[in-house]
């Protein structure tokens, strides 16, 4: 015959347990916890671990490069989209879509464009061999890419250098990274500058600062140029520039500015955010060990994804929402029951349950009138959705399609928790102790347990019951021995 056991857990060392097995913080707390992550590696079809680049294309799809391929991920897959052979060796450090559908990847192998089955390669089009380090594309859909000490222009395949090293006076260092913004012209960090070049003005790029620093670009959702150097960032409104605070010095690799006036950045210990005229993040772990981040994508929900060199991470913004309680004076919930297909249930303050999905829920009509006054305190979903409610006043009740009653069970004060497998309930606590579910007899019978109010439960599919109570900590229940 098998045997109930119950095995006392110390508060103390449930909270050390939790400790142990609690992820480290992408960003400090506050702020990491209006995220959820989503990562994938190389046990998730990722054929390659070092995400180099990631965009969304316009076609829906993420758009990603690592050190050896270009993939493209639908979510649940990844294809690889096989590039052409190049003479030069390297690996790759960026993707690129513009405006026509063309994805474009560069790095060390120079740069190659895709386009519906067709490939365009820089080398096969007398593009001296060079590392490729940034490209981006003007209104007039002419596309830029720049080499270490040049600029190019493509127009329809063709191609042609249009600045020079000596563009750029007094930089010893190439150009590192290009963008589009402020009427179409193009900011570019060279060397330790940053410079500005309008395209078809017929005058020379000009230095737009006297701070030296390794700038990294990016342009926020009104078209404004924001950029970072070590000790200082800077967002340019119109003719002036505006500074952002800084916390201390950031080595950073790539930038990230939202519609929701947030900047993010990318670095060798993971990522920094300003929000809400702070940074934070600064000096916290990532979620997968000390990882560089090595570029950004934002998708059309404002997820925000993160090329890493060990993985592929999403990160969700939590969405809070009211869901109005239709036709109900009082909108308090006290209780609620949530299906795996949307379905919710709630328990109102002012008595009685209302059910819909998450648009909105609809008080429902039960003319039992003793059900009518009951407020319930938790809730539990029956497959075959019967919804069972447990109230203050210690009673459990039945609410079907057709039938509300209630169950028999031992005046045991208020309920506070009900547990089961999808059928009937099998545990209830309540502000005294435990009860069980009776089969034989369909009544919940007190359970021979120490008299403490018990405020939660979870039901392992195997049968193993956790029980939290107020003052003596966390029990596990479970049937015969277990070694674990």
Known sequence: MCKLVKQWISSAAALAACGAMAEP??????????????????????????????????????WLVT?????????????NMTLPPQTAVGRNEGVFQDSRGGVWVFGYLGVVRHEKGVWWQSEKAGVPRGR?????????????????????????????????????????????????CDGGALWMAVGYGLWRWVPGSGQPPERMT??????????????????????VCLRRVGDRWERLPMDGAVSARCLL?????????????????????????????FPYGVTPVLGFARDREDNVWLATSGRLIRLSRRVLRPVPVRGAAEHSVSAVWVESDGRAWAGLR????????????????????????????ALYGQSDDTVWCGGADGNVWRVGASVTERIESANSGGVRAIAGLG??????????GLLAHDPDKDRFEE???????????WLERDGVLWVGHESLGLAVLYSGVRDD
């Open 350 to 377: 002012a008595g009685g349950l209302a059910a819909g999905d998450w648009t909105g829920l609809e008080p429902l009509r039960i003319d039992d009138p003793d059900f009518a006054r009951v407020v319930p305190q």
């Open 257 to 285: 500015a939202m519609p929701d006036k947030t900047v993010w950045l990318g670095h060798d210990a993971g990522i920094d955010v300003f929000a809400g005229g702070t940074w934070h993040g600064h000096g916290s772990g």
């Open 67 to 79: 050190a050896r391929f270009l993939l493209r991920f639908d979510g649940r897959s990844f294809a």
């Open 423 to 432: 059928g009937v309930p099998l545990w209830v606590a309540t502000s005294r």
């Open 132 to 180: 490729v380090t940034s490209v981006a594309e003007t209104a007039d859909g002419t596309v830029y890419f720049s080499q270490e000490r040049r600029v190019f222009a493509w127009r329809d395949g063709g191609v042609e250098a249009v600045l020079e090293a000596e563009a750029f006076p007094a930089e010893s260092v190439g150009v590192r990274q290009m963008v589009v």
């Open 210 to 231: 006297d701070i030296r620093s390794e700038w990294v670009l990016g342009v926020d959702a009104e078209g404004a140029l924001v950029a970072h150097g070590s000790f």
């Open 25 to 62: 913080s992408l960003l400090a707390p506050a702020f990491a916890d209006a995220y959820t992550r989503m990562s994938w590696g190389l046990d998730d079809g990722l054929p390659d671990s070092q995400v180099c680049g990631v965009i969304q294309g316009q076609d829906g799809y993420l």
């Open 447 to 457: 359970l021979a347990w120490p008299v403490d109010p018990v405020v939660s439960l």
